[in-house]
């Protein structure tokens, strides 16, 4: 396989994964519309597995999410968006502490 078609095929993968992306926002966002106005809460899940989160990021929010080093979760929801994010807290506390075993 030549360079040329090697980053067709890249492209294409970006252009599908987009599509998806694109797919679970459309059917997160209908999802909330379905929902009478008074019980929208505009975040859960998509096909009961995909999180999404509509709502203003909060500072609490973004921290809990992405800098929380004492939870267990390496793993968690955007804070604003579809999808997951790398909980950099936890991963930076367990460097520390491989480190400090090692020491």
């Known amino acids: ?4 078609e090697a980053g067709h095929g890249r ?3 970006r252009g599908l ?17 379905r929902t009478p106005p008074e019980e929208r ?5 998509v096909a009961g597995v995909v999180p999404y989160d ?5 500072i609490a ?9 004492d939870s267990p ?15 950099v807290g936890r991963v930076v506390a367990l460097a520390r502490q491989r480190l400090a075993d090692r020491g």
């Open 11 to 13: 492209r294409s993968g």
């Open 17 to 33: 994964f987009r599509l998806l992306w694109a797919g679970v926002v459309a059917a997160a966002v209908v999802q909330e519309l």
């Open 41 to 45: 809460t505009w975040h859960g899940v």
């Open 61 to 69: 929010r973004v921290r809990e999410r992405m800098w929380a080093p």
């Open 73 to 87: 979760r390496l793993i968690n929801p955007h804070p604003f968006g579809v999808g997951w994010t790398l909980n």
């Open 1 to 4: 396989m030549g360079s040329d």
């Open 54 to 58: 509509f709502r203003p990021p909060t």
